[in-house]
């Protein structure tokens, strides 16, 4: 992509709530570059599921991963989180244990749930 990470980071993970995007046929260049910063990192992503077990934050790995079998989505929120809770496992309020309590839960969850 040869982008600074400093324009990756104005891209990634945004939206336009306007309607302007709308009215141009082709799309904009904020729109495009949004698309090809998700599909560089969902060709990495699925790389490294690949080779290894991994844990992946965020990034759409759960959508990325919508058909994988060998697959835990974790949502871990706060009270009052949004979010497209249909697509997860387990959900944890973090709230409750704290954050060495809730990895400590999780970290218990996936060794039972992958036989380590």
Known sequence: MNLPVSKISEHEETYSTSLFPMLLPLGSDSIAKQDEIYNVQKEVIREMAE???CIIVGRCAD??????????NIYIYAKYAPGDLDSKQIMIDSSML???GTAEVLAEIVQRRFGL
């Open 51 to 53: 080779k290894e077990s």
């Open 63 to 72: 959508y990325i991963f919508r058909d994988h079998r060998n697959v835990l």
């Open 98 to 100: 704290g954050v060495k």
